[in-house]
């Protein structure tokens, strides 16, 4: 009440993906300016297709609060060692659904060899009839900065499929759906679950995004301009 009353009030500090350099905050600036005067004059959320990778962790069990009586003992969970056995989720969707998902297994990492091979999948995915009218333009792809995403090799195949690149400046998950949304909700959902071997958690992953109706998805993509609208009110910086 007294820091109340004094203009002050008590909120825990946040981590933060980077500390952003002067250039960098310039870079998400004019990065939100520019797409943001792009959606006002000519919307392209319909058009978008955004990818990004995950780890998904096994074991998801982590301690909790326990209401116990004075002669109960709490219930204990093992502690994830360093190297916890998880698995890479990658995954392809847009306003309307997922396009691909598939898991690189084997704490395999993706590689541009990889990713290549997904792109490829897909422009074979978006020519089926069911998509092929969404895209008479072309899709327009968002993805981040990771090193198979920008490498020669990547950039010509997304060039020869036609496909636009949005930018994407650097060190910003808050402006990626896949990051501010889609894996958020996922994490929520794996928490306190355990699986024994990669054949559940794809069973978990199939019945998780198929629980999910368009409308969730919509969701995730329309809120991209207010996600940029935020990147321009903070100058660039992370905001609230």
């Not at 794996?190 to 978990?204: D, I, Q």
Request: aromatic share 12%; glycine share 4%.
């Amino acid at each position: 009440m007294i820091l109340h009353e004094s203009g002050y009030r008590v909120r825990h500090g946040k981590w933060v993906p980077h500390d952003l350099s002067a250039a960098q905050k310039k870079s998400r600036y004019e990065y939100a300016l520019e797409l943001e005067r792009r959606h006002r004059n000519h919307p392209f959320l319909d058009r978008l297709i955004t990818c990004d990778e995950t780890w998904i962790p096994l074991d998801n069990r982590r301690p909790s609060k326990q209401c116990l009586r004075l002669t109960q003992k709490s219930k204990v969970t093992p502690k994830v060692g360093l190297h916890p056995n998880e698995v890479m989720l990658c995954v392809w969707w847009r306003k309307y659904g997922i396009i691909h998902w598939e898991l690189a297994e084997n704490r395999q990492t993706i590689d541009a060899e990889l990713y290549y091979s997904q792109l490829e999948h897909i422009s074979e995915k978006i020519c089926e009839a069911e998509l092929r009218g969404l895209y008479r333009k072309g899709p327009i792809l968002q993805q981040d900065n990771a090193r198979p995403h920008v490498a020669q090799c990547t950039l010509d195949k997304i060039e020869s499929l036609g496909w636009e690149l949005l930018p994407h400046p650097s060190y910003s998950p808050d402006a990626a759906p896949s990051d501010y949304y889609l894996f958020s909700s996922l994490k929520c959902y794996l928490t306190g679950k355990r699986f024994f071997n990669v054949a559940e958690v794809k069973s978990m992953l199939s019945q998780y995004f198929d629980s999910k109706s368009p409308a969730f998805y919509r969701h995730g993509i329309d809120k991209l301009p207010e996600k940029r609208r935020s990147i321009i009110v903070s100058n660039g910086d992370y905001f609230d």
